[in-house]
C-alpha cells in the first residue's frame, strides 16, 4: 500500500519497491509473546516484509547483530526494523508512520533511524526520549527530560540517544558502521556513561555508533507503543484503547470466541472431506 506524505492529503508516496527484514528478539517465556504476535498481524505493512525470528535469553544484542547480518545479505533488504518480545503496537499504522518519516522526499537524505514512543521498564519508567551530552571528563551523560511530564503526541524529535525495542533503520546505516552494531554491557561503554540505571544496553551503545558515523537519531511520538513489563507501560488512554476491545485485544477476544465455538462443534467421523 501507498504511504500518505506527511502534510499532504492529495500525494502519496510509492514504496513498493522496499523491502523491509524485520527481526522478532524473542527472549524467554516471562512476557506475552501472545500480545507480541497478535499486534505484529495487524499492523498495516507498508511495503514486503521479511521476519527474522531470534531467540538468545542472555544477551539481545545478539540477536540484533544476527538481523543485521542476515539482512545485509538479501540485496534488496532497504530497511531493518527491531521488534522486541515485550513490545505491543497498538496501532495499525505504526510501521506506515515510521516509513514514512524516513522516505519522505523533503527530508530522506538525514533521516535513517527513527524509534516508536515507549517508556522504560524499570522505575521511575521515564519515556525513552533521551538526551546525551558529553562531559569536560569524556563521560557521557545519560538524560530524560520527559519523566514527569508527558511527549507530545504529533511529532517527531531528535533525540541523543533512542530506544531500539521498536526501531526502523535504513540499511545504509549498517552499510557505513562497523560491527558490532550492538553491544550489551559493554565493559569501556559502562565506564564512559552516567545512567540514571547505570546500564550499557544495547541501545546506548548503537546509538552512540552512530552518531559517530554521522546518523540522526528520531523518536516519531506519533507512534504510540505499550512496553510489557509485565503490567502495560504507556500513555493511559493507549491502554485504555488496548485493553478495553477496541483496538487489538478485540481480535484476541475475537479468537478465543472463535476457538471457543470450534471446540463445541460437533463433528460427524463419518462425513468425507
Not at 507498508?46 to 545485509?72: E, K, M, Q, R, W
Request: net charge negative.
Amino acid at each position: 500500500m501507498p504511504v500518505i506524505l506527511e502534510g499532504t492529503k492529495d500525494k502519496f508516496l510509492d514504496i513498493s519497491d522496499r523491502l523491509i527484514v524485520a527481526g522478532h528478539s524473542l527472549r524467554n517465556q516471562s512476557v506475552s509473546h501472545w500480545d507480541h504476535q497478535v499486534s505484529w498481524s495487524q499492523v498495516e505493512k507498508p511495503c514486503p516484509t521479511i521476519d527474522i525470528y531470534n531467540s538468545n535469553v542472555y544477551d539481545i544484542a545478539h540477536s540484533y547483530n544476527l538481523t543485521v547480518n542476515t539482512a545485509l545479505k538479501i540485496p534488496e533488504c532497504t530497511h531493518v526494523l527491531f521488534y522486541e518480545d515485550d513490545m505491543i503496537i497498538p496501532k495499525k499504522n505504526s510501521l506506515c508512520d515510521l516509513m514514512s518519516f524516513l522516505e519522505s522526499p523533503f527530508h530522506k537524505d538525514y533521516r535513517k533511524i527513527v524509534s516508536g514512543l515507549y517508556k522504560r521498564k524499570q522505575f521511575p519508567h521515564q519515556w525513552y526520549i533521551m538526551t546525551m551530552a558529553t562531559m569536560e571528563d569524556g563521560i557521557k551523560k545519560i538524560g530524560y527530560p520527559f519523566i514527569s511530564k508527558e511527549p507530545p503526541n504529533d511529532c517527531a524529535i531528535k533525540v541523543g540517544a533512542t530506544a531500539t525495542g521498536f526501531l526502523l533503520v535504513k540499511r545504509e546505516v549498517f552499510e557505513k558502521m562497523e560491527e558490532p552494531y550492538f553491544v550489551m554491557n559493554d565493559p569501556e561503554l559502562m565506564k564512559g556513561i552516567d545512567d540514571p540505571l547505570k546500564m550499557a544496553t544495547q541501545d546506548i551503545y548503537f546509538s552512540i555508533k552512530a552518531k559517530e558515523a554521522g546518523f540522526d537519531l528520531w523518536v516519531d511520538c506519533r507512534v504510540d507503543l505499550i512496553h510489557y513489563a509485565p503490567t502495560y507501560l504507556g500513555r493511559e488512554e493507549t491502554i485504555q484503547h488496548y485493553i478495553k476491545g477496541t483496538g487489538v485485544q478485540a481480535q484476541i477476544e475475537r479468537a478465543r470466541q472463535d476457538f471457543e465455538s470450534y471446540k463445541h462443534t460437533k463433528i460427524d467421523s463419518t462425513e468425507k472431506v
